[in-house]
């Protein structure tokens, strides 16, 4: 049942509807009597929490409730507009990108449903989305608040819509634009049944460049060929476009980069404690925080580079130049500290009459 009847009944309802509001099921249980089971796969799609292979630490659902596996929500009024099915409804509904619709927003000790269910993205009645377009919809809450670099901050989240918009998927670089079901909601036809709905959200490089699907992708990421071997020599001509192929090489690019930059972030820490006195400190301060909050812009994002891999290698390309500018205040302050203590002169003079003679000396063994 959709709407459960008041204590008086639905009678009194019809009699004064705004005096007495039915309470409204808002379960994904609710859709799943319906839609689930063998010809019907979307409820068990969208419950992969349920499943013994999940896990929390490593893996995000719509199913996840929220208030279990990350309990700060319930200690966060804005948490609401994007953790709960109640908040998600009010914030989808208002349309602006970036106002999570606070002030209208259900506290946290109200919230019944701390997962993200069926009535969040669909209305209930028509089953049509909340907004215009697929996009806008996952835009509302995978956003970062418009958050910029300000020197302080240096942890950023949900950055999904600022990494994909402006990437070639919506710019016609692509050879088709992409919005974010096309990857994220992979589907099967088999025959006059949809097999696979996508409500999982996962992305499936062979589902979506399987030549039977109903994906986009298929159209130039083919996978799979005739029963005949190609001839030799030509494997690369189909799998340098490979979905599975191109997705694994960029992430791995992305992600062996923000392994040195974790070395280099490392060294900038060390360099900004030679600094704490010093009068540039404040300026380096700001760097390093800036570093990591665009380190964090791509790490945020989840996707290693593949909703936009040029912004991706830009915003690890600006935490490099800020972290080595700390490291090159930190490296002079030593020299100078070095160069002032006393003795350090005639010691360094000493050094380099000696690096001299042995170099002059192995010349000479040389020549012998």
């Not at 208030?67 to 989808?92: D, H, M, R």
């Not at 999570?100 to 028509?126: F, K, Q």
């Not at 901050?153 to 998927?169: A, L």
């Amino acid at each position: 049942m959709c709407h459960e009847p008041p204590v008086e009944g639905f009678e009194i309802h019809i009699i004064t509807p705004s005096e007495t509001t039915p309470k409204s099921n808002i379960s994904a249980e609710l859709c799943g009597s319906c839609h689930s089971g063998q010809h019907e796969t979307t409820y068990n799609e969208w419950n992969e929490y349920s499943s013994d292979t999940f896990d929390p630490g490593t893996m995000a659902s719509h199913s996840e409730p929220s208030n279990i596996e990350e309990t700060e929500v319930i200690n966060s009024s804005s948490c609401v507009s994007c953790k709960s099915t109640e908040g998600a409804i009010l914030n989808i509904e208002d349309g602006e990108l970036y106002d999570l619709s606070e002030d209208s927003m259900p506290e946290p000790e109200d919230i019944n449903e701390w997962r993200i269910t069926c009535v969040a993205c669909h209305e209930p009645h028509s089953a049509e989305l909340r907004t215009t377009t697929s996009t806008e919809l996952c835009a509302s809450c995978h956003n970062s608040g418009g958050a910029e670099p300000d020197g302080n901050t240096t942890v950023i989240r949900y950055t999904q819509w600022e990494m994909y918009n402006g990437s070639i998927y919506t710019n016609d670089v692509h050879a088709v634009k992409l919005g974010c079901t096309d990857c994220h909601m992979a589907t099967m036809i088999e025959g006059n049944e949809t097999t696979v709905t996508g409500h999982s959200l996962d992305i499936q490089p062979a589902l979506l460049s399987d030549p039977n699907s109903g994906n986009i992708c298929k159209k130039c990421h083919v996978v799979g060929h005739d029963d005949d071997d190609p001839p030799d020599n030509e494997c690369d001509d189909c799998h340098d476009i490979a979905l599975s192929n191109i997705i694994a090489t960029d992430q791995e690019a992305i992600k062996e980069r923000l392994q040195d930059l974790e070395l280099i972030e490392g060294n900038a820490s060390d360099a900004l404690a030679l600094i704490d006195d010093n009068s540039s400190y404040q300026e380096q301060l700001e760097n390093y925080n800036n570093a990591l909050y665009h380190i964090s812009k791509v790490e945020s994002d989840g996707s290693f580079g593949i909703h936009n891999m040029e912004r991706a290698n830009d915003e690890l390309d600006t935490a490099e130049i800020l972290l080595n500018s700390v490291i090159e205040e930190g490296t002079r302050a030593s020299n100078k500290e070095r160069a002032a203590t006393p003795g350090f002169g005639v010691l360094l003079s000493f050094v380099a009459i000696t690096v001299t003679g042995l170099i002059f000396e192995n010349r000479n063994n040389g020549k012998k």
